[in-house]
Structures are given as structure tokens and as C-alpha cells.
């Protein structure tokens, strides 16, 4: 098979799964989990980190000689002002130039803010930070989201942390379908099937948090999201056969009836 790898501003990775810091009982459970994933890519609330000192900083410092890129991210902004602000402050303080922008105004379902996140995009894009944002599965917004130059766009399947799996995948296959930019799917998944589901659809890969960090095992469950998301993108790109209403026999039964 030819080369799969994932391309996001200029940065090839080999690993499609992107994950989350948090919610993790302590810090030896989230790193043998994070290397059960394989993942490259690591995502975390600056809010939670102290700029002052990101290298010494609880979340991060058991992970900082892997080698891993990090991707902020700016949950707990209420507008477009705020997050940028804060991903201001991330890159000053030397962790990233790369930032998962995340707006919500309704604290309940944390939905993201459509408006405020498309304004921050072009914000930040303008400001040369490589954009991933964290968006609803609406077809048209993500669209506008990448001609503002998000490097990658990041529809929920769910809402954060339900674990309710893929809402809405002819949504997220119509996004596919458009798309120009990786679509890496962010939020809702719960468990390795949901994660299967969400690859054979044909998006770039998927971020989880929850479903790895609060599993009894977590380092078996980062695993198993590995193993899904790798047989995911190999069905996909195999091709799944066409469905059909009537039953077709395998087995050349047509050759072997009596006329």
C-alpha cells in the first residue's frame, strides 16, 4: 500500500490518534496509556497549564522527552477574543504554535459556538498559528472553516465526553466528501467500534480523552482505540463492498442448478 501518512501544517505523522491529557487516576496510568496509543500528537487545556513554567509543569513534564507535539487547546474561551488570547499566551510561553481552538457557550452540553470559532480561525490563521478547530458536524460550517485556513477541522460526533458515538455519520461522511484538509474526529466517541465506524467513513483520524483516560484499563483500552483506528483506515481505504436488498451466494450457486 502506498504511503497513508497524515500530513497537518507541514508536520507528518505516522500515528492517527490524538489524545488527551486529562482525567487520567495518576501519572504512570497516562503515560503507559499514552504509549499503548502510539499517538504523536498530545492535546491539553492551557488553562490547566502554568505558563510560567510549561516545562516544569504536573501534566506535562512525565511526557516531555518522547518527543510528542503538542496541541493546546483553548477550552474554557467564551468568544473568539478570548481564545485567542489564550493561544497567544500558549505560544509566548514556547509550548506550541499549534492550537485546537474550542469556544462553548452552553456549559451544560459544551456544544461549540459556531460564529466564535470561525472568527478565531481566521484570527489565528492570519496570526501564522497552525488551526485545528473543534466545530459541530455541520457540512457547510466546516467547510468554511478550512477556506479560512484551519490546517485540519474537528467535527464532535457527540458532545464531549458522552461517549454517545457517531450522531450523525452522514454528516461526517458529507464532510469527508468536501473536504481538502484532514477531518480528524473529536469528542463523543466511546469505544473502539464507534472509533472503526468514524474511520471506515473516511475522515484523517480521531482525539480522544474520556473513553481512554476513565476506562478500567486505560492503557488497554488506548490500545484497542489503536488497533480500531488502524483496521478503520485499512477498510477504508480497501473499500467495503456495495450493499444490497436481495442475497447473492458466494458460493457460484447459479453454476450448479438444475434447467
Avoid at 504536573?58 to 493561544?87: C, W
Amino acid at each position: 500500500m502506498k504511503d497513508d501518512a497524515l500530513k497537518i501544517g507541514g508536520r507528518r505523522l505516522s500515528s492517527r490518534f490524538f489524545i488527551g491529557t486529562g482525567l487520567f487516576p495518576n501519572p504512570h496510568v497516562q503515560r503507559e496509556a499514552i504509549r499503548a496509543s502510539g499517538a504523536e500528537v498530545l492535546t491539553f487545556a492551557i488553562r490547566r497549564i502554568n505558563l510560567e513554567s510549561p516545562e516544569d509543569d504536573s501534566i506535562l513534564q512525565h511526557v516531555q522527552e518522547e518527543g510528542f507535539t503538542y496541541l493546546p487547546n483553548t477550552s474554557g474561551a467564551r468568544t473568539a477574543e478570548e481564545a485567542v488570547r489564550i493561544a497567544r499566551l500558549a505560544r509566548a510561553s514556547g509550548l506550541s504554535d499549534w492550537i485546537k481552538v474550542e469556544i462553548s457557550a452552553n456549559e451544560r452540553t459544551l456544544l461549540p459556538d459556531p460564529i466564535e470559532t470561525l472568527k478565531a480561525t481566521e484570527l489565528l490563521v492570519k496570526e501564522g498559528f497552525t488551526v485545528l478547530p473543534y466545530t459541530s458536524d455541520d457540512p457547510v460550517l466546516c467547510k468554511r472553516l478550512e477556506e479560512a485556513g484551519a490546517a485540519a477541522v474537528m467535527p464532535g460526533a457527540a458532545p464531549i465526553g458522552t461517549g454517545l458515538g457517531l450522531l450523525n455519520p452522514y454528516h461526517l461522511g458529507l464532510i469527508v466528501e468536501e473536504a481538502k484538509v484532514p477531518i480528524i474526529v473529536d469528542a463523543g466517541l466511546g469505544s473502539a467500534s464507534d472509533v472503526a465506524q468514524a474511520m471506515e467513513l473516511g475522515v484523517s483520524g480521531v482525539l480522544m480523552n474520556t473513553p481512554v483516560a476513565k476506562a478500567k484499563d486505560p492503557a488497554g483500552m488506548a490500545l484497542a482505540m489503536k488497533l480500531a483506528i488502524e483496521a478503520g483506515r485499512l477498510s477504508y481505504l480497501s473499500g467495503r463492498i456495495e450493499k444490497k436488498k436481495y442475497a447473492s451466494a458466494s458460493s457460484g450457486l447459479g453454476e450448479w442448478t438444475l434447467k
